[in-house]
């Protein structure tokens, strides 16, 4: 999406440890008609997919899930992020590592929300090892539900997780791939 | 919000320790086109405001503010939960109690997401005792933001906190209020 990798470029910064600092529109104030363009771009792309709901993380996912929810007439579930330990009985869970965060936690759907009727895109902001998405995958799975695809705002093509899950066969479309950057924002460069 | 109040009665739920969970539309799975609605009432309230910011708290306020914000024509900026103690001198901070989860943290937003130049609408989807919106506040306070009002989706009005900030001055919509409830969730009965 041209658009995006125009907007990462002009508002994005790059910090050490190869973060993507996009929080001027993503992730913690959010353009509402740029999510809503890529929200829209998303539906367009599972339009012949009979997606009958979304899963999404928390926090970041939730708004570009929202926005794509909005085309696709389908309901959102938000994964929580449980950092206690402790899992009861009525969740699916997964336990994930996060490669921003370096920390680890367990990923919970409850499993009235999800079940084997359901044909699932799974959403998300960012894309780097794919902790986070196969830790979806792993609920999704436990619940027998049909995982359809996996749509990400920016994937960050150079940490490979991407490409090892469609190496598995997952459908998995980002809407920017960052194939390389440094600290200077201005030598990002996309796949295309 | 008539539809608020019936949908809290259809599909909600009472728990022990005065837990209204609404989590199969409001804050798990997340029912798109209930809460543009929702969004859309929010916005009509404060259409005379001259808001041109919207400022929430991960995770589960997210949803309603971009619906409200898509009828505003105003960004989001969602405040962080920071448990780690540790604060950058380039956010405001104010540390919270959390009623619910029986935790404290701090609720951070980035410096250059909020100035003096704008008028907030706060927007959340609970309110208790009132000690996230007081967090907020004090974050707009800090910033030298104008703070418009705040718009709830669900009060429990016999926990107090909203009247508490009413009697302050401070402008508080509420979608719904609940003045009782039991675990039996039928009992439960809003303010008129």
């Known amino acids: 999406m041209k658009a995006l990798e125009d907007k ?29 363009e890529m929200g829209k771009e998303i539906a367009e792309l599972y339009k012949e997919d009979n997606v009958n709901k979304i899963l999404t993380i928390e926090t970041s996912g939730i708004p570009i899930a929202f926005a794509a929810a909005q085309y696709m007439n ?32 367990d990923a919970i759907v409850s499993k009235e929300f999800l079940s084997s009727d359901d044909n699932v895109l799974i959403i998300d902001d960012f894309l780097a090892k794919g902790n986070a998405l196969t830790g979806l995958m792993d609920i999704i799975s436990q619940s027998g539900a049909t995982l359809i695809g996996c749509a990400i705002a920016i994937e960050k093509g150079f940490q490979g ?16 791939i960052v194939e390389e950057m440094t600290e200077d924002v201005f030598s990002l460069s996309f796949r295309r």
Chains 1, 2 share one sequence.
Do not use: Q, W
């Open 161 to 176: 997780g991407g490409d090892e899950l469609r190496a598995k066969g997952i459908r998995v479309d980002s809407l920017a």
């Open 8 to 36: 990462i470029h002009k508002e994005g910064k790059v910090l050490p440890g190869n973060i993507l600092k996009v929080d001027c529109f993503l992730n913690h104030c959010i353009d509402v008609p740029f999510l809503m």
């Open 74 to 105: 389908v309901p959102v579930v938000f994964a929580k992020k449980n950092k206690s330990g402790n899992i009861s009985d009525d969740v699916y869970s997964s336990r994930v590592t996060s490669y921003t965060k370096k920390n680890v936690y």
